[in-house]
């Protein structure tokens, strides 16, 4: 039985969700083809189990998918944001078996590209983040603090090429330096002089980053960070800021010839200096915790068309937010009429509260304060794993999808989405059971079908 307590979070971490455009290949030809067997390494094999308890399965029933997407909005998955090295640190020298690191990392890679490609995946992203030498300035990233290294971009690049899916990328903007010095926090109100060294940070890094992406082919890139927001509340601020990143979108423009995304810092700065000079924009399916709220007794009672409503209302309300349609809530002075292509961001994570209080950390344990004073170390090992609910979650979203008129679509993506090994339990890799991670889950399955049409 799920806690009774309310709680009280002494530990925010948030992962912002968007959306993202491109095309696809008919309906004609979605049917998933045949797996190729993983490379021939006669000395390593995969030692991660897709087991789990039957309880994981949820007190819901499993939706029925309703429909197939349209064969123009492109069929995305993300990579979680980890790199397979750290996953390989963890295991015990029996798991590893005679495999070496980078045996390992290309194997799962490879096997993650795998499977993907049987659900019908066309696109996904990849995530990397460093810490920053700060001794000079611009800060810079040295290669040797990469979560992902360049090698391993190139491989992924190389081996999804094969599979005929894209590679979109997105850089994260770590807080602290080499030494694990803080230079700023999230949610931070920067003055103008850190807003500068944040800036300068991020351009500098974005050229490099643009460059390496033109020579190996990947097909779009962020433009701005993700899972970093910072406050800026004042016009000088909010000018300067939009000025340089106009400026950082000219820059990655000079060295990139793919597609260039504005939003995956998890909300959309609508002016005409950013909105003319990008592809696409990132929105959220859902906004949970926002104004997408349900009720305990709707979560209760959850239905693909629940979440299809909420989802449309949700899509309604960013449009108004975007565009400047709220009277009431007239964007600032620099808006721009642009209507641009979304990829539409979702995530819905496995736990029996998500509807009720968002996205949780799903990487690590973090500490909450119960009501009652006591402190809960590891919160997640409190949470009710059920997968039913992130089916039911995707189908109802997936619905609103293929309903909707606010947005013109161009591509959908689930966030962050795929666990790098076929893992669903707690272990040293994290939480996959109650993750955003669709591998292996009913929710995957659902997704299977409307990017397929195929079971």
């Not at 959306?19 to 995969?46: E, F, K, R, W, Y």
């Not at 509807?355 to 009710?384: A, H, P, R, Y």
Request: charged share 20%.
């Amino acid at each position: 039985m799920f806690f009774q307590n309310r709680v009280i979070s002494t530990f925010v971490f948030t992962v912002f969700l968007s959306a993202c455009g491109g095309g696809s290949s008919s309906s004609s030809d979605s049917s998933p083809p045949n797996t190729p067997p993983p490379p021939v390494i006669a000395t390593c094999t995969n030692p991660h189990s897709a087991d789990y308890p039957d309880e994981y399965l949820g007190k819901f029933e499993l939706p029925s998918p309703r429909g197939e997407l349209s064969s123009h909005i492109t069929r995305g998955i993300s990579f979680k944001d980890y790199a397979p090295y750290l996953l390989w640190g963890g295991l015990s020298e029996s798991e590893r078996g005679n495999c070496t690191q980078d045996e390992y990392v290309k194997l799962v890679y490879l096997q993650a590209l795998q499977a993907m490609k049987a659900s019908g995946v066309q696109r996904t992203w990849l995530y990397n983040y460093g810490r920053w030498n700060s001794e000079n300035e611009p800060w810079v990233v040295p290669q040797s603090e990469y979560n992902l290294p360049k090698r391993y971009v190139e491989y992924v690049v190389e081996q999804a090429a094969k599979l005929d899916i894209e590679i979109y990328y997105a850089w994260q903007f770590t807080t602290n330096d080499v030494n694990f010095k803080s230079l700023l926090s999230l949610g931070e109100t920067l003055t103008m002089e850190k807003l500068k060294q944040v800036l300068d940070a991020h351009q500098n890094n974005m050229i490099i980053q643009a460059k390496h992406a033109q020579e190996i082919g990947i097909k779009g890139i962020a433009a701005d960070w993700n899972a970093m927001n910072i406050n800026i509340p004042t016009d000088e601020l909010k000018n300067y800021y939009l000025d340089r990143f106009a400026e950082i979108i000219d820059d990655i423009r000079a060295n990139f010839d793919g597609e260039i995304v504005w939003g995956q810092v998890g909300y959309v700065f609508n002016d005409e200096r950013i909105f003319s000079r990008i592809d696409s924009i990132l929105v959220n399916a859902m906004n949970v915790n926002g104004s997408t709220i349900f009720t305990d007794e709707e979560n209760a009672n959850l239905t693909p068309e629940l979440v299809k409503t909420k989802t449309l209302e949700s899509l309604e309300g960013m449009r108004t937010q975007i565009y400047c349609l709220d009277i009431h809530q007239p964007c600032w002075h620099g808006k721009s009429d642009i209507e641009l292509p979304i990829i539409l961001n979702i995530q819905v994570q496995s736990r029996d509260d998500f509807f009720l209080k968002g996205w949780k950390e799903d990487g690590f344990c973090t500490s909450e304060t119960m009501e009652d004073g006591s402190v809960d170390t590891c919160i997640q090992n409190s949470f009710v794993t059920d997968f039913s609910l992130q089916a039911i979650g995707i189908e109802g979203i997936m619905q609103a999808v293929a309903d909707q008129d606010t947005f013109e679509i161009n591509s959908v993506d689930i966030h962050t989405g795929y666990w790098l090994s076929e893992t669903l339990v707690p272990s040293k890799e994290g939480f996959p059971n109650i993750s955003q991670s669709v591998r292996g889950k009913p929710a995957e399955s659902v997704l299977k079908h409307w990017y397929t049409g195929q079971k």
